[in-house]
């Protein structure tokens, strides 16, 4: 976390960060809906894009000892992602994009076979996903079906992701997709038949959390599960 020299004062906390936020430490100060956790304070450790945090905290164990706990926050906002499904072709809807903290992280070559996903920023979940399906397939969705929300890094990262299902046909995919090249997107869209996604889950082609559950719910109880 940088300081303004001048007056010693805090980056995104006291003075504005690179995007305007202050007061990035209040976050987490007043939650007393459980009464074993005692937030002590919150330190921004960083605020760039999105921003990092350490909470000191006093917990009270099951053995009824207290201890004072330091956790550190990843927080990037919500999101939200979709599994556009085609029942009539047995297909699904995929974008191949660059991840690069797979790609740090022992991944070939951190492209990434995905369910097209965004963040929330201002908009409801249900609202984001179908602008993100847009922006990022082509498909303009119609029915949505919202399927599970989950927290998918609970140890660090704060992010609820919010999952859906959309059924598409070639009508639907009026635009090329690909996500907005002024932020930096660079998406391939791929059509794979449900059973080859599935496979691909076994081989270990496809390694994205959220896709690997939208599949398996649409095989088990979605849209592909056997006897619908
Ligand atoms: N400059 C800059 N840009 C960033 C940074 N991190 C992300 N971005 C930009 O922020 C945008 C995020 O794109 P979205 O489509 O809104 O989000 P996403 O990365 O696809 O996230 C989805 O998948 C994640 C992984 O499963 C989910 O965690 C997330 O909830 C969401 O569903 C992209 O344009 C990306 O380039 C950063 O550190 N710096
Ligand atoms: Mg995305």
Redesign the pocket.
């Given at each position: 976390m940088g300081t303004d020299n001048s007056a010693g004062a805090r980056i995104g906390v006291d003075v504005p960060d690179a995007r305007g936020r202050v007061e990035l430490d209040r976050e987490g100060r007043d939650l007393v809906r459980n009464a074993r956790v005692r937030i002590l304070g919150v330190e921004v450790l960083a605020s760039?894009?999105?921003v990092l945090r350490k909470t000191t905290y006093e917990y009270t164990r099951l053995d009824g000892s207290r201890s004072i706990e330091h956790r550190e926050t990843y927080d990037?906002?919500?999101?939200?992602?979709v599994l556009l499904y085609d029942l009539e072709h047995r297909t699904v809807l995929l974008v191949r994009?660059f991840?690069y903290p797979a790609y740090v992280n022992d991944h070939a070559d951190g492209m990434l076979l995905?369910a097209?996903?965004?963040?929330l920023?201002e908009d409801d979940p249900a609202t984001a996903i179908r602008r993100?399906a847009e922006?990022?397939t082509g498909v303009t969705i119609g029915s949505l079906e919202h399927v599970l929300t989950a927290y998918?890094s609970p140890g660090s990262?704060t992010?609820v992701?919010y999952f859906y299902a959309a059924p598409y046909t070639d009508a639907d995919r009026s635009g090329r997709g690909g996500?907005?090249r002024s932020?930096?997107?660079d998406l391939e869209v791929t059509e794979l038949r449900f059973d080859d996604a599935l496979a691909g889950i076994r081989r270990g082609d496809i390694v994205?959390?959220?896709t690997i559950m939208l599949l398996q719910w649409a095989a088990l109880e979605g849209p592909f599960a056997s006897g619908s």
């Open positions: 760039d894009w999105h990037r906002g919500n999101g939200a992602t994009q991840r995905e097209p996903a965004g963040l920023d993100e922006e990022e998918m990262v992010e992701l996500g907005l932020d930096g997107e994205d959390a959220k």
